[in-house]
């Protein structure tokens, strides 16, 4: 076996074993099952390595990384790690991480896909026509966007704002895992369908996907369109309202079954 290929199969059992070992953690990757990554995984074992592959040393950095994620007391430690983060090439090019804002002790979370221009530029998420759209939403079922923390998948912006590489949400997961771990939500709201499909495991469209409660690592998931698609398609915003309606019942003592049925 050739030593470039020998490296590339040394990092692919690395990142399978932090991917597959993090405590409460499911796999987080887009369009892909877990069997269906360890495949992959075993393809790039069998591949020389690329531009942006880890560098020699990278996976004992990672794992020193892992260990400092999952021991973060609290949502500033855990903030100051993902600004000082170099897990993946996104760094390289990012103006500022966008970790996540809003109640430490929050209810309810939002996740979306990853930062845009706007995020990137104030470090904050869902800002913009976007964010106002958001706080909107959020207002009609009595939650004031400081009473909900909100946050992405990524916590650097891709290039051109492309969707998310498989190993780019890989290297983000453990941060999510450990801010929902310190938050204790009563509820998960995934807006679009990247968000839904990397926490919940799927290929499934969206629309598939909405009016009913799922479960990410624990937590109850509510599936609802992305804000920035309802500045595209008006006529969604009525059925994202009837998404949050689930939530806000749920936040009200309703079970799972009544909180579909409304």
Avoid at 214 to 234: E, F, K, M, Q, W
Wanted: hydrophobic letters at 45%; charged letters at 25%; a positive charge.
């Amino acid at each position: 076996m050739s030593r470039p290929a020998a490296e590339a199969r040394a990092r692919a059992r690395t990142f399978l074993a932090q991917t597959l070992s993090a405590e409460g953690n499911v796999l987080m990757l887009e369009h892909a099952t877990r069997d269906e990554v360890v495949r992959r995984l075993a393809s790039a074992g069998r591949a020389a390595p690329t531009k942006g592959s880890v560098a020699p040393g990278g996976a004992a950095a990672v794992e020193v990384t892992n260990a400092r994620i999952a021991e973060a007391p609290d949502l500033e430690a855990l903030a100051q790690l993902v600004a000082s983060c170099s897990r993946c090439p996104l760094h390289a090019a990012r103006k500022n991480a966008v970790f996540g804002e809003g109640a430490a002790e929050a209810r309810v979370v939002c996740v979306g896909e990853a930062p845009g221009a706007r995020e990137d530029e104030t470090g904050r998420p869902f800002v913009g026509r976007a964010g106002r759209l958001l706080d909107r939403l959020l207002m009609s079922i009595g939650l004031p966007r400081t009473s909900v923390y909100i946050c992405n998948v990524l916590k650097s912006r891709p290039p051109q704002n492309r969707d998310p590489l498989p190993e780019e949400v890989a290297a983000c997961a453990p941060y999510l895992v450990r801010q929902l771990a310190l938050i204790q939500p009563d509820v998960i709201v995934a807006f679009g369908a990247f968000a839904a499909r990397t926490l919940l495991e799927t290929k499934s469209a969206l629309g598939r996907l909405r009016g009913r409660v799922h479960r990410y690592s624990g937590y109850p998931v509510i599936v609802t369109y992305h804000p920035a698609a309802l500045l595209r398609n008006p006529g969604w915003i009525r059925p994202t309202w009837e998404d949050l309606q689930m939530v806000r019942r749920m936040l009200d003592g309703a079970d799972e079954s009544e909180a579909r049925l409304g």
